[in-house]
């Protein structure tokens, strides 16, 4: 059984940074693409950045390009999301997602498991 969970979030300033860490367990597909979702009450979840399983590369939303950063470790089981010069709009619950047999995706429909959630709040 798959399982992912997230630690890592918090409280943080305008202007400063947050990195999200997400361990996974379980997996036993050959390749695989982890995300990072966010999700703001009332509104549907959206991707935020992805990694390959197979080469380490990532994709991003264009909101999260050059401020977001996304890693996995070369067991591929865990993947941190750094997240830097944060506003308001980052405020959210962040998710981690797999997403079996994939190499990059940020459809939300197409991710097999998630993690719990983790609370992010930008604010002063």
């Known amino acids: 059984q798959v399982q992912l969970v997230e630690s890592g979030g918090g409280l943080v300033q305008p202007g400063g940074s947050l990195r999200l860490t997400c361990k996974a367990s379980?997996?036993?597909?050959?390749?695989?693409?982890m995300g990072w979702f966010r999700q703001v009450a009332g509104k549907e979840r959206e991707g935020v950045a992805c990694v390959s399983s197979e080469n380490g590369s990532g994709d991003y939303a264009v909101f999260a390009k050059d401020r977001f950063f996304i890693s996995i470790d070369e067991s591929g089981t865990t993947v941190y999301l750094q997240m830097n010069n944060l506003n308001s709009d980052a405020t959210g619950v962040y998710f981690c997602g797999a997403a079996m047999g994939f190499f990059h995706t940020l459809q939300v429909d197409e991710y097999d498991y998630w993690g719990q959630g983790a609370q992010v709040t930008v604010s002063a």
């Open positions: 379980g997996i036993t597909s050959d390749y695989y693409a």
